[in-house]
């Protein structure tokens, strides 16, 4: 590993992100060999970091999964409450964390990760990163509610407008669209306010990442020239 700046190291491990990183450190809470940590602090091979009392891991080799979430699988950690949770179903010898999230119901594309900083900026909203989903519903929808949406609705539920996003008829009652937010439960409260009901739902592309030949429940690693791409998409530097 040689000298690496804390901040990389600790979004290297997956722990956060350097922003989050560098605020940590700020608040005092990471050590290097017992001693407290400084912003611009440089971790050396055989050093030991701890964040709040518990030792971080050297960065492992940067991993990133496409997953294929069934119907029925929760995109948690933990759920008390879950039958199945992502976390049961992933089996891979690197830990790894969901960026962004599928509700219970809907199926699609899941990207995975032990890099933190990846996940920071491929959640940013404000980035405007692609997300693309098959969406069938209840009945045909007219030219006029899609045109609604494509322009942008305010949600009651959440007290916010969505932005503007992309509507294409794939046919009869099936649309496609692509959102650059990923606001809670946000297409299904879209076309419901509508008075619309979502029959399936299905992401299949996240970024510059598809599904591929993937079938439900099943994953893949991305090859060196996918992550690059990816990291590129999201304006991050991919170093293997």
Known sequence: MGSTRLNKYLSGSGVCSRREA??????????????????????EDGDTVTVD???????????VLAYYKPPGVVVSEKDPHAERTIADEIRFPIRVTY???LDKDSEGL??????GELIHAMMQGKHGHEKEYIVHLSKEP??????????????KDLEKKTKPC???????????????EGLNRQIRRMWEQEGFRIRALKRTRVVDVGLGTLEPGEYSELSESEKQTLYHAVGL????
């Open 166 to 180: 992309r509507i294409d008829r794939v046919g009869g009652k099936v649309v496609r669209m692509v959102l650059t």
């Open 110 to 115: 899941i990207l995975l990760t032990n890099d």
């Open 53 to 63: 009392g518990k030792r971080v891991k050297a960065p492992e080799r940067k991993v």
């Open 237 to 240: 530097e991919y170093r293997p």
């Open 22 to 43: 560098d605020r940590m450190i700020a608040e005092g809470r990471v050590s290097i060999n017992g001693e407290t940590a400084q912003l611009g602090s440089v971790v």
């Open 142 to 155: 007219t030219h006029e509610v899609i045109d609604k949406l494509k322009k942008g609705v305010y949600l």
């Open 99 to 101: 960026a962004g999230r």
